[in-house]
């Protein structure tokens, strides 16, 4: 799946590879991004093309190889399985026997240092992404200062308490593993120095 007709892609183009277009997220970010590309005289489809994974590496892998073929001389890539330096180097060898940079995005290639080896082993390889721990730590703080501020507000059935429900992002994903983690425990920390109760898990029987 993808925007524009890539039939209609110049020899040199962009190749945009999503790991779905279903996360509001990733479509914010892809629009922000379309809309800076044709602000500088490129054309969707024939300048650049977005590619949809649906959430499926090997559909990626697939887009990549096609993209490839009909020319594409940059990869930017927004990969599906997040925190895998095997999967990274192997986009990165098809990107170096082309000849062409390839551009990790937002997704993590890898985590405690072992993306290094990927992102060193070829000189037109690159990360661009948020620092996720300290991404974790600013949540928790916000969440933690408008909770002091706002207590009773948000203590809907007036028990002294906040309960709260979890919503982490996809397993493996080592940044919604901080922004889970962080989330809480900074906000309890604001808390705590303020005096107020920490947060509960809703569910006291849950120990998952």
Not at 56 to 83: F, H, R, S, W
Not at 110 to 130: P, Q, R, S
Request: hydrophobic share 40%; glycine share 10%; charged share 20%.
């Amino acid at each position: 799946i993808k925007t524009g007709n890539d039939e209609t892609a110049e020899d040199s183009f962009i190749g945009i590879f999503w790991y779905t277009f279903a996360d509001q997220y990733l479509t914010s970010v892809r629009n922000v991004l379309d809309a800076e590309l044709t602000g500088i005289g490129l054309e969707a489809g024939k300048n650049f093309v977005n590619y949809d994974a649906a959430r499926e590496q090997a559909t990626q892998m697939e887009q990549i190889d096609a993209a490839i073929e009909k020319g594409a001389t940059c990869l930017a890539v927004n990969i599906v399985k997040a925190g895998s330096p095997d999967v990274a180097q192997q986009i990165v060898d098809k990107a170096s026997a082309a000849g062409i940079p390839v551009v990790f995005f937002n997704r993590l290639i890898g985590i405690d240092g072992n993306e290094k080896t990927v992102l060193e082993g070829y000189d037109k390889c690159a990360f661009v992404g948020a620092d996720f721990t300290e991404a974790g730590h600013l949540q928790g703080q916000m969440i933690g200062e408008y909770l002091v501020d706002n207590y009773h507000a948000v203590d809907l059935n007036g028990d002294g308490k906040i309960s709260y429900a979890m919503f982490m992002g996809q397993l493996g994903n080592a940044e919604a593993a901080a922004r889970t983690q962080y989330g809480v425990e900074d906000a309890n920390a604001v808390l705590k120095k303020a005096g107020k109760p920490e947060i509960v898990y809703f569910d006291s029987a849950n120990t998952n």
